[in-house]
Structure formats: C-alpha cells, structure tokens
C-alpha cells in the first residue's frame, strides 16, 4: 500500500499516527495527575502510590502501541530516512501552537529511537534541540496567583489558604496562619527587613507527593524575595484526633530545604502543569541551582527531563576539552564507573563479568534498577537515567579508561574509527563517595553524615527497600550533606527478607567456625552483623551505635516489616524536623 503514497502524503500520516499516540498518553497523564487531590482529601495513601506507579508505566505502554502502528503504517518504508524527515517537519507544524510542545517533541523522539535505534543523533529526524527557539505560544493563563499587600502577614496567609481550599476541611486555618506568620517574621528579622510582605506569588496548581500537598511560590519584603513553601497534611478523624482534617505541617523558606525537597532522589510530584516550559522556569527562579532537567523529572516529565539532560551534556563537551576517567572511590564489582571531572554527573556500564562474590546478572541488574525508577526513593536513592546508542569523540576518553572499559565492558562499548560507541549506560547526579568523605571531611561534617547514614537506611527501610550492601563505598553525600544509597545490585524489598536472630553457639568447635554453622536461606539476614558491613572508624561508629543502635537488632525490622505487610504507607518526612509547626508548637508550650 505504501508504494502508492507520495512521500508528503506518509509524512502526513506518520506525523499524525505519532500526534495521536502524544495526545492519547499526555490525556491519561494527565487524567491520573488529577486524581491526587481527591486521594489527598481522602487520605487514599496506597492510591496514590498506585497511581505513580501506573503513570510512570503509561508512557512505556503507549508508545509501544504507538510505535506498532507506526510499523503498520509505513510497512517497507519504516526505515526510509526521507520519508522520517517529511514525517519530522509535518509534526512540527502539529505541535507550534501547543502548550506542552516540548513533551511532545520527546515523544517523538522516543518513537524515531525505537524504530531506527540510531547511534548518535540524527537532526534531520529527530529533535536533537528544540525546533523552536523561544516558545512557540504565548501563556493562555497565569501560572501564579499574585496577592498584594493585606492588612497583616496572618491575614495573607489566612487569606492563601482559603483559596487553595480543599473538599476536607482545614482543622484551624486561622492557628495556621499565625504559625506561618511567626515563621516568616522570624526570617525577615535575620534578614533585618521589614515585617511586611508588600507582595506573594503562588502557584495556582497544587503539587502532591506521598501524603503531603504543597503550596509553592515566593513572598517579597521590600528589596528582599524569598521562596515560600507550605507543606500540608491530612489527618483522618480517628480515636488520636477526633476532629481531622487539613492543617499546614511545615513551611519552608529556604533555598535548600526546598532544593532537597524537590531533589532527584525523591518521587515525583503529580502536579497540573498545562504549560510545562513556564512552571519549570518558575520553579529554577526559586532554586537557581537546579538543573532545567531535574526540574521536569521532579513534575512527572522524566523523559523530557532525560532529553534536556542529553542536550545540556552536548553542550558542555561542546565548549569543554576535559576527558572522561574513572571515577574516584572504589572500583565497583559490577558497575564500571567513569565522569568527566567538569560536569556534576557519573556514567555507570554494566561490566561484561562480576567480580566475586557477586552472584547476580545483567538481566537482574537492569531490573533492580527499574525498580527503583517505579518505586518510592524516600529521598535517599538517586534517580538515574538510562541511555542507549550514545557516541562520543574518542579524544575525550583517557587512554586508562578506555583501555578498561574495552576489557571489562566489550560487550557494551566499542570503537568506531574516532568514535566510542557506548549502547547502554545510566547516567546519575555525582556525589562524594561516604568512604571518601568520612576520610577528609572536618570533624563535624563526618558526625553530621555518619548520623544521617542511619537515617538513610531506617527511611529505605519504611519505603520497603533494603539496600542490600550497606558498605559505605555504596553510598553517596549530597552538597546539602544528605547521604543517598547509589549501588542497586543487591536492592530488594524489606517484606521479601527474613530477619533472625544468630542462634547462640553450642560449643567452641561452632564458636570459632569460620562458616555459618546453621542453615542460612537465600533471604535470611540477621541484623547483629550490621557491625561488621559498617566500616567505620571506632570513634564514628560510636557516634552511629548511639542514635542508630535499633538496626542492629530485629525488632526494628520486624516492626517495619510488619506495617509494610498490613498495607501501611508509613510516612517519611522530606524536610527537617526542625521545620515542623508541631515541632514549634510543642517547643512553645514548653
């Protein structure tokens, strides 16, 4: 049939067939983001997990279908590099008056991968960069809702929280909104400006996330700008709180606290975002630091973010002569790991054989990572993308590195003349390897990261995650000084383990046996050899054993375990506890 069609009339057609695959998935994206709102209000915790769950499978799944009728369509000509750049034009024009044009763009992109799997880039068929260098509309809406000055700072936040009222009522709104006022006060005076907001800007979507809805903007005071987060909870009427309801559980003003909060080892929020390009260049003027990539992973858009990535990394070769190398810290059993010394990322390859004692495969490896892309993070795994058929200039490799990854990772990376042609690899944000960082960072920096490693596995553990090898090599610290697990080879779920006690020696033949002398299951572990895995110095491990001693014993795990099998979401808290209005209304009374 293709053989009777022009070329513009199959370019129509293809563009079409891909247009209506985006609108189909963009629809039920949305269709599911909106539905977090009723989950909140009717404290449907487990729904809203499913929910992420299913949307972050919802793009696979259509574009799979789209990608079918695709090859049904064209048939012979699937692969005709002309008619893909017709089918590339027509497509263009079909998005220049959308408002979500860029995630169209990836979309598409993610089809011509699928069918061509291209190593490299290809402009004539793909969207390499965006076709469109500024926005192709104009906002058909404010994305915030402005406030001018009101007759207190209580008042203001009275009056925001009224309208962004929700079907369950608010417990006080009016205690709230002295609590918040007292908070913001107290930032205005360290700042030594005046105790007054002369304007507020809120965005008008609310964002959702585990058990939390959030309120997202930023407060002026005079010369002074500062961002303004309320974190909201929703309590259901019960025999602990008799009147239930909605009250705001933290705020948060600081760049940091809300730079951690929308970190890329968190789950992403679900969140209306009818123009996406807006509210992202919104949410950087807030956190300037952050990446334009992160921010589209963190609003559900993480395969768009992915795409920004890419072109942020081509840009930085572009203008940059460093060459890649191995990454500091220990070489890894079965990732080899690389980065290039001037950009915040490394580059993970799974290596072609693992070094013993490691039992698992490539296959396995994969899917432990997958795993971790649909699961709760708890803010303590990092977010890595997954890369196929990617080239880079040979010039770039340090001879030592190249020389490994051609040794131990033939199977995934070979050379092409003056290319190195890599066909699968994840990328991940760098960190500083918690091996390392304990070794040079000053004396309260380590106590401060020696702490929040227990933290770290204690908040794994509530999203029903164990990390398996807890050694410190395995974990990573964040510029906030957050520590975050990185190595997934040997991750598994809390309810599949088996946690035992060690069974007391019968005689001295078993005492000094250097083998377990009991049976020990696939899924056994026993949480009094934690000791051993921890690798710390005396002093540091002390520091640990006081405030973390509960992991080496199993009633903790029980205990989580047993929560996990009865359904429980058990809540973690993704800000300082410090920042709690709870906090500092108990502090108060006391």
Same mark, same amino acid.
């Given at each position: 049939?293709?053989?009777?069609?022009?070329?513009?009339?199959?370019?129509?057609?293809?563009?079409?067939?891909? $247009?209506?695959?985006?609108?189909?998935?963009?629809? +039920?994206? /949305?269709?599911?983001?909106?539905?977090?709102?009723?989950?909140?209000?009717?404290?449907?915790?487990?729904?809203?997990?499913?929910?992420?769950?299913?949307?972050?499978?919802?793009?696979?799944?259509?574009?799979?279908?789209?990608?079918?009728?695709?090859?049904?369509?064209?048939?012979?000509?699937?692969?005709?590099? &002309?008619?893909?750049?017709?089918? /590339?034009?027509?497509?263009?024009?079909?998005?220049?008056?959308?408002?979500?044009?860029?995630?169209?763009?990836?979309?598409?992109?993610?089809?011509? #991968?699928?069918?061509?799997?291209?190593?490299?880039?290809?402009?004539?068929?793909?969207?390499? *960069?965006?076709?469109?260098?500024?926005?192709?509309?104009?906002?058909?809406?404010?994305?915030? $809702?402005?406030?001018?000055?009101?007759?207190?700072?209580?008042?203001?936040?009275? %009056?925001?929280?009224?309208?962004?009222?929700?079907?369950?009522?608010?417990?006080?709104?009016?205690?709230?909104?002295?609590?918040?006022?007292?908070?913001?006060?107290?930032?205005?005076?360290?700042?030594?400006?005046?105790?007054?907001?002369?304007?507020?800007?809120?965005?008008?979507?609310?964002?959702?996330?585990?058990?939390?809805?959030?309120?997202?903007? %930023?407060?002026?005071?005079?010369?002074?700008?500062?961002?303004?987060?309320?974190?909201?909870?929703?309590?259901?009427?019960?025999?602990?709180?008799?009147?239930?309801?909605?009250?705001?559980?933290?705020?948060?003003?600081? +760049?940091?606290?809300?730079?951690?909060?929308?970190?890329?080892? %968190?789950?992403?929020?679900?969140?209306?975002?009818?123009?996406?390009?807006? @509210?992202? %260049?919104?949410?950087?003027?807030?956190?300037?630091?952050?990446?334009?990539?992160?921010?589209?992973?963190?609003?559900?858009?993480?395969?768009?973010?992915?795409?920004?990535?890419?072109?942020?990394?081509? /840009?930085?070769?572009?203008?940059? *002569?460093?060459?890649?190398?191995?990454?500091?810290? +220990?070489?890894?059993?079965?990732?080899?790991?690389?980065?290039?010394?001037?950009?915040?990322?490394?580059?993970?390859?799974?290596?072609?054989?693992?070094?013993?004692?490691?039992?698992?495969?490539?296959?396995?490896? /994969? &899917?432990?990572?997958?795993?971790?892309?649909?699961?709760?993070?708890?803010?303590?795994?990092?977010?890595?993308?997954?890369?196929?058929?990617?080239?880079?200039? #040979?010039? =770039?490799?340090?001879?030592?590195? @190249?020389?490994?990854?051609?040794?131990?990772?033939?199977?995934?990376?070979?050379?092409?003349?003056?290319?190195?042609?890599?066909?699968?690899?994840?990328?991940? =944000?760098?960190?500083?390897?918690?091996?390392?960082?304990? !070794?040079?960072?000053?004396?309260?920096?380590?106590?401060?990261?020696?702490?929040?490693?227990?933290? &770290?596995?204690?908040?794994?553990?509530?999203?029903?995650?164990?990390?398996?090898?807890?050694?410190?090599?395995?974990?990573?610290?964040?510029?906030?000084?957050?520590?975050?697990?990185?190595?997934? *080879?040997?991750?598994?779920?809390?309810?599949?383990?088996?946690?035992?006690?060690?069974?007391?020696?019968?005689?001295?033949? +078993?005492?000094?046996?250097?083998?377990?002398?009991?049976?020990?299951?696939?899924? *056994?572990?026993?949480?009094?050899?934690?000791?051993?895995?921890?690798?710390?110095?005396?002093?540091?491990?002390?520091?640990?054993?006081?405030?973390?001693?509960?992991?080496?014993?199993?009633?903790?795990?029980?205990?989580?375990?047993? !929560?996990?099998?009865?359904?429980?979401?058990?809540?973690?808290?993704?800000?300082?506890?410090?920042?709690?209005?709870?906090?500092?209304?108990?502090?108060?009374?006391?």
């Amino acid at each position: 049939m293709t053989q009777t069609l022009s070329d513009s009339r199959l370019a129509n057609l293809g563009a079409t067939t891909i $247009r209506n695959g985006f609108d189909e998935y963009h629809g +039920e994206f /949305k269709a599911i983001t909106r539905r977090a709102k009723t989950r909140f209000e009717r404290c449907e915790w487990q729904g809203m997990l499913a929910d992420s769950t299913e949307r972050l499978e919802l793009r696979a799944k259509i574009l799979s279908r789209t990608v079918q009728n695709i090859r049904e369509l064209l048939e012979e000509r699937v692969n005709d590099h &002309a008619v893909w750049v017709g089918i /590339k034009a027509v497509y263009s024009t079909f998005i220049g008056d959308r408002d979500d044009w860029e995630i169209a763009e990836t979309f598409y992109n993610s089809v011509t #991968r699928r069918i061509f799997a291209t190593v490299g880039v290809d402009a004539q068929i793909e969207f390499v *960069d965006t076709d469109f260098d500024a926005p192709p509309t104009e906002p058909r809406a404010p994305i915030v $809702r402005s406030y001018a000055p009101a007759s207190s700072i209580p008042a203001l936040m009275e %009056r925001i929280l009224a309208d962004f009222a929700f079907d369950a009522p608010y417990q006080d709104a009016a205690r709230d909104a002295k609590q918040v006022a007292r908070v913001i006060e107290s930032e205005l005076r360290e700042r030594r400006a005046a105790l007054v907001i002369t304007r507020a800007q809120i965005i008008t979507q609310i964002f959702y996330r585990g058990r939390r809805a959030y309120f997202v903007g %930023r407060i002026y005071s005079g010369a002074h700008t500062l961002p303004l987060i309320l974190a909201l909870q929703n309590s259901p009427a019960g025999v602990l709180d008799p009147t239930g309801g909605v009250y705001v559980d933290a705020v948060l003003i600081d +760049e940091d606290d809300i730079s951690i909060l929308f970190s890329f080892t %968190r789950s992403y929020f679900f969140v209306q975002a009818e123009r996406p390009y807006d @509210l992202v %260049r919104f949410l950087q003027s807030l956190m300037p630091r952050k990446r334009i990539a992160e921010l589209y992973i963190a609003i559900g858009y993480h395969k768009h973010g992915k795409t920004e990535l890419y072109r942020d990394f081509l /840009k930085h070769l572009a203008t940059s *002569d460093d060459q890649f190398e191995i990454a500091p810290g +220990e070489r890894g059993m079965v990732m080899l790991v690389f980065h290039l010394p001037s950009y915040e990322a490394v580059f993970k390859i799974i290596k072609d054989d693992f070094d013993e004692p490691k039992q698992v495969t490539r296959e396995e490896v /994969k &899917a432990k990572y997958n795993l971790v892309f649909r699961h709760d993070r708890a803010g303590r795994l990092i977010d890595a993308q997954e890369f196929e058929h990617l080239a880079f200039d #040979r010039a =770039r490799f340090a001879p030592a590195l @190249l020389e490994e990854m051609l040794a131990r990772a033939g199977n995934t990376v070979r050379v092409e003349n003056d290319r190195v042609v890599i066909s699968h690899l994840y990328v991940e =944000r760098r960190l500083e390897p918690l091996n390392l960082y304990v !070794r040079y960072a000053d004396s309260d920096a380590v106590k401060r990261a020696v702490s929040d490693y227990g933290y &770290a596995i204690k908040d794994l553990a509530k999203a029903n995650i164990f990390p398996g090898d807890v050694l410190l090599k395995n974990f990573g610290v964040t510029r906030h000084g957050r520590v975050i697990s990185y190595d997934y *080879d040997e991750l598994c779920l809390i309810t599949e383990l088996n946690f035992r006690r060690l069974p007391a020696a019968r005689d001295d033949d +078993e005492e000094l046996a250097g083998e377990a002398w009991f049976y020990v299951g696939a899924n *056994d572990f026993f949480p009094e050899e934690f000791g051993k895995w921890l690798g710390l110095a005396p002093e540091w491990k002390e520091i640990f054993l006081q405030q973390h001693a509960d992991l080496f014993d199993t009633p903790f795990w029980l205990d989580v375990q047993a !929560r996990l099998r009865s359904g429980e979401v058990i809540d973690i808290v993704p800000y300082a506890q410090e920042k709690r209005l709870e906090e500092k209304r108990l502090r108060s009374e006391t």
